[in-house]
């Protein structure tokens, strides 16, 4: 149920689906038309740690960039503001280890602006490495 809610919302914010073996759609999350976010690996495993590249509109604001992140379906549980660092390619990224295997959420600010992918935020399921 929580799967088909991800997949409908991914479906709806970019209208790009294609169907899976069992004819289920699979969207992908709008990424604004300009690659804002770089996550790797995908997908994203409990336990591992993850990479975060952001190349938003905040990039530019000439201040320091924190990724919000919280985890879970809905309301995110375990919050937490991680800071991030400007890169030579112009991006800012951050490290994550991953403490779920359920979902999860961030989106960006400066202290003063929010990115939150127009009130979408960035949501990545999260499996627990094992294949079923």
């Not at 294609?18 to 804002?36: I, N, S």
């Not at 994203?44 to 990039?59: D, F, N, P």
């Not at 809905?74 to 295997?101: C, I, Q, R």
Request: proline share 5%; aromatic share 12%.
């Amino acid at each position: 149920m929580v799967l088909d809610f991800l997949r409908r919302r991914f479906r709806r914010a970019t209208g790009r689906t294609e169907r899976g073996e069992a004819g289920v759609e699979f969207g992908e999350p709008d990424l604004g038309g300009t690659q804002k976010i770089e996550v790797e690996p995908v997908p994203v495993t409990a336990g591992e740690t993850i990479t975060v590249k952001y190349r938003g509109e905040l990039v530019n604001q000439g201040k320091p960039i924190i990724m919000h992140l919280g985890y879970g379906y809905g309301d995110w549980t375990n919050v937490k503001n991680v800071p991030m660092e400007p890169l030579p390619d112009g991006s800012w990224g951050a490290y994550v280890t991953v403490d779920t295997d359920t979902a999860v959420n961030f989106c960006f600010t400066n202290g003063e602006q929010w990115d939150n992918n127009r009130g979408a935020n960035w949501v990545y399921e999260v499996h627990n490495g094992f294949r079923i």
